[in-house]
T-cell receptor, first 114, second 112 residues
Framework: KNQVEQNPQSLIILEGKNCTLQ??????????LRWYKQDTGRGPVSLTI?????NTKSNGRYTATLDADTKQSSLHITASQLSDSASYIC?????????????FGRGTQLTVWP | EADIYQTPRYLVIGTGKKITLECSQT?????MYWYQQDPGMELHLIHY???????EKGDLSSESTVSRIRTEHFPLTLESARPSHTSQYLC???????????FGNGTRLTVT
């Protein structure tokens, strides 16, 4: 069964600290992996999208890594800010159809305290 | 900021009412989607469209219907709302199936 699991479910860190969010997936075949940030009461916003051949991708203070062999991805946030408080959602796309079906994780709820 | 707009943002209605959730995008994307999201749960695809006059049901069984008469407009209709329809509904669009999704800010629906 194709699944996407994220850990931890929730995380609290102090402003200025770094953190790493994990995503494990069993989706096969694999097309790409995406990370989205969803602020409370808003729609998700794309942070990164990585294909099979990409190991690392950065977007400002956000760095995503992908290990397609172990089917794991991580999102590292550097020097956290209060505005980083949000849910971070991992999404995996298969290439089993022209639809490029998306499998969503349940998200990691990050809270940054001052 | 999002170039995809959803109205209303919040809606509280009684059981049995007919409602239409509006979604419009200004990016000229052919692909549009409706997702349902409950707190702490993953997004579930309920409808999608690959262009004008093309609509398909998604993975999650839904009693709603959609239409795509214009590229920019993808409304979702519930003929008779029930409390089980209480949820957040997110509309999204993309340039291609493998491009990032652009989401609206959602409609939070409560059926009493």
């Amino acid at each position: 069964k194709n699944q996407v699991e994220q850990n931890p479910q929730s995380l609290i860190i102090l402003e200025g600290k770094n953190c790493t969010l994990q995503c494990n997936y069993t989706v096969s075949p694999f097309s790409n992996l995406r990370w989205y940030k969803q602020d409370t009461g808003r729609g998700p916003v794309s942070l990164t999208i990585m294909t099979f051949s990409e190991n690392t991708k950065s977007n400002g203070r956000y760095t995503a890594t992908l290990d397609a062999d172990t089917k794991q991805s991580s999102l590292h946030i550097t020097a956290s800010q209060l505005s980083d408080s949000a849910s971070y959602i991992c999404v995996v796309s298969d290439r089993g159809s022209t639809l490029g079906r998306l499998y969503f994780g349940r998200g990691t709820q990050l809270t940054v305290w001052p | 900021e999002a170039d995809i707009y959803q109205t209303p943002r919040y809606l509280v209605i009684g059981t049995g009412k007919k409602i239409t959730l509006e979604c419009s995008q200004t990016m000229g994307h052919d692909k549009m989607y409706w997702y349902q999201q409950d707190p702490g749960m993953e997004l579930h695809l309920i409808h999608y469209s690959y262009g004008v006059n093309s609509t398909e049901k998604g993975d999650l069984s839904s009693e709603s219907t959609v239409s795509r008469i214009r590229t920019e407009h993808f409304p979702l209709t519930l003929e008779s709302a029930r409390p089980s329809h209480t949820s957040q509904y997110l509309c999204a669009s993309s340039e291609s199936p493998n491009s990032p999704l652009h989401f609206g800010n959602g409609t939070r629906l409560t059926v009493t």
